[in-house]
């Protein structure tokens, strides 16, 4: 990565800057007692993202806004509960009170006054336009799965990005924690990236697909904190 050439940060939101395991449990606890089940955010978390594996494997070209529902129904089918529609859909509407990681507001704030930030995110308009609030507005521009037709880690979503950007791939720096849908393809087709590995400290890979991390990211930290110390350093 030549760090003089970067000129824009791409972000992943949901996972990198929202903190939707947070956002899940939140919803799904209080629900699971209204039903009289016990089940630890582990398990809730797994059967999450085993979930949303195997709906972007057979409807690819469904955003993950639309997904909520279904894994809704699909973890009610698996737990032996009735499938509200209703429950449904609030579940997918609890997006608007997903959390920002408490460290994303600073770090967008000073990673802005040096770079073009852009959203980059399997959620449609309407989920970023109220994820995007919650972040404080930071983005110039904006990629969502509506948009391209595609969810990550399908490379047509790189390729749109630098179409609209007008950039080549050498100017973008793609900043994510989910190695399934970002680090991998990004990295093969042939963007920077920069691994904000979220669950360090946490066991298995929580409401996120599971994949073998096979590259070498060319940044990889922890949170946004350490990413903005990373940029701050004078390049080699």
Known sequence: ????????????????????ETGILEWFQPW?????????????????ARAEEQLQQTEPKTSFTAMLP?????LSRQWELDADEGDALDFRDSVRDWPAF????????TLGERYRLV???NADAWALEHMSRTLGNPFHDQVTQDEVGVNKPDSAVWRYLLKKLGVGPE????????VFHDIVSAHAFGLPTAWIERRHNVEGS????????????????????????QLRKPAA
């Open 171 to 178: 100017a973008v720096l793609h900043c994510a924690q989910s």
């Open 70 to 74: 279904r894994i809704h129904g699909e």
């Open 102 to 109: 408490s460290d994303a507001h600073a770090a967008l704030k």
């Open 32 to 48: 699971l007692r209204e039903h009289k089940r016990k089940i630890d955010d582990d398990e809730v978390l797994r059967r999450f």
């Open 206 to 229: 929580g409401a996120t697909p599971s994949v073998e991390l096979s590259i070498r990211p060319d940044i990889h930290v922890h949170n946004l904190s350490e990413l903005v110390e």
């Open 119 to 121: 959203a980059v995110t």
């Open 1 to 20: 990565m030549n760090r003089d050439s970067i000129t824009i940060l791409s972000f992943d939101v949901v996972g990198t800057l929202i903190d939707f």
